[in-house]
Each structure stands twice: as structure tokens, then as C-alpha cells.
């Protein structure tokens, strides 16, 4: 029985380690709908903690990426310029990562406190979270798809923007009454 060599075992445990750290992520990112959307009023407690872990799991989730990435590429640049579906997945891990800052400090904060005009306060948090969903969605389809090696970055990067329009566009429509109900509900900081 031959082994396996130590590069191609490292690599195997990122990718376990990255698979874990999505699993991880998606739970937390469904706590923290739960923390706004279940039973009752928001719940700033399980909002906070499941921001927590989506933030950790995607500490991670860069971690192990840019392990994986140096072990592919070497982090050659001339390398990782011809890799289009790699660099598309780090762009739209890039916005899902500065969408997750903005979601934590100017969207959070509105759903403990009375909005004097719910609807026009549900649109940042609508389009954020549509932002995210759609990041996160999108990320894990540039991540399984193989046969996606060959396609440019730009034509991916337009696919994404597309699926951003649309679900923002969705989201406006169908989850922003929800989110403005919600607000008009809040529950005053203590």
C-alpha cells in the first residue's frame, strides 16, 4: 500500500478544513436569520453569536483558501492571472467579506432599535443580506464547479453581478415588507 505524499495529504485537510468552515458558516448565517425572522421580536443575543461564528468560519474559510491557493499556484502571479475562476471566487469572497462588516455595523444595530420609518429602514439591511446570500451562494458554486477551470474571470464576475441584481431586485420586493414589519417592531436597547 502506497501513501500518500505530505503535499497531497496538507491539501486534502485544507480542503476538509474549508468544507467544515462552509458547514460552519451556512449554520451560522441560518441562526442569524433566525435571530431576526424567528418567533417573537429580534433576538440581539443569537444575532451577535451567530455573526460571531460567521465571522470566525470565515476567518477560516480565507485561511485554508489562500493555503489551497499557494499550494496550487505557489502564489505565482503570472499562475494566478490565468486561473479566472480562482480569481472570480476571491473577488466575490472579497465582497462577502466587506458585505459581512457592513451587515455587522449598519444593518445589525437597526434591529434592536424602533425605526421612525420602517420601509425606508429595511433597504440596507434587505440589499445587504441579499448581497450575502447571493455571495455566499455564488462562492460554494465557483468552488464545486470544475468544469468552470476554463471560463474567464470576467465572464464569471458578470454572471455574479447579474445574480446581485437579480436577488436584490427579489429581495426588494418579497423580503423587505418582512424586514420593514420587523423593524417597525423592534425592541428598544436596554
Known sequence: MQLLDPGTLTRMALVFVHLLAFSAATAAVAFGDYAFFGHGKA?????QKSAQGAKLALLVLWATGLGLTAIDTGMDPAVLAAK???LAKIAVVSVLSLNGVALH???FP???QRQSDPWQAA???TVLGAISTTSWLFAAFLGASKALAPVPATTLLNLYALALLVATLVALAW?????AA???GA???K
Not at 43 to 47: G, I, M, S, V
Not at 175 to 179: E, I, Q
Request: hydrophobic share 40%; charged share 20%; proline share 14%.
Open 175 to 179: 423580503v423587505r415588507p418582512r424586514v
Open 84 to 86: 479566472g475562476k480562482l
Open 187 to 189: 425592541s428598544r436597547p
Open 43 to 47: 433576538n440581539p443575543t443569537l444575532l
Open 110 to 112: 437597526r434591529f434592536t
Open 123 to 125: 433597504i440596507l439591511p
Open 182 to 184: 420587523r423593524l417597525h
Open 105 to 107: 455595523y449598519l444593518a
